[in-house]
């Protein structure tokens, strides 16, 4: 982290410890603000999905409870159109008159399926905020692996 955030000779110096900077310190820095970029986007999708899965649930428990599939929505008050509205326009503001949030809600389409945060992103989330990086995992493997399949496709070819 010191060396990603050292942009001077006396920086680098203090976050090496006066040792050498080596190229694998070098990719691990560039790995290292990469992931934390990643870290910034995979938090806004799991809250934005979140708030997803609530909207969906508040609408759900609505249509339900005021057997809206059966009934249409007519019957409904403001308050009660407002969730079903929200969850159509995928958190959007809703505003208008009774007449216009039942309008809305009969021209709009339903939203798609939300997709509930899995565990298996929790997990890869919790592994890239650990902030453990192997050379492995940088653009210089990812390099080297190139070349050795670019190497071996020249053989075969």
Do not use: C, Y
């Not at 050292?6 to 203090?14: D, N, W």
């Not at 939203?111 to 453990?132: F, K």
């Amino acid at each position: 982290e010191a060396l990603l955030k050292a942009r001077t000779a006396g920086r680098h110096f203090h976050a090496t410890g006066g040792d050498t900077l080596n190229g694998d310190d070098f990719f691990i820095a560039l790995k290292l603000e990469e992931n934390k970029a990643t870290i910034v986007k995979l938090e806004a999708d799991k809250k934005k999905r979140n708030a997803m899965m609530k909207l969906e649930q508040a609408a759900k428990t609505t249509m339900d409870d005021f057997k809206v599939e059966e009934k249409g929505v007519d019957h409904l008050t403001t308050a009660q159109l407002k969730p079903l509205l929200q969850w159509k326009l995928q958190g959007g503001a809703v505003k208008g008159r009774k007449s216009d949030l039942i309008r809305q809600w009969n021209e709009l389409p339903a939203p798609p399926t939300a997709q509930p945060w899995t565990d298996e992103e929790e997990a890869n989330l919790e592994r890239i905020r650990s902030g453990n990086i192997a050379l492995q995992d940088t653009l210089l493997a990812a390099e080297r692996t190139n070349e050795q399949t670019r190497t071996a496709n020249s053989f075969s070819a």
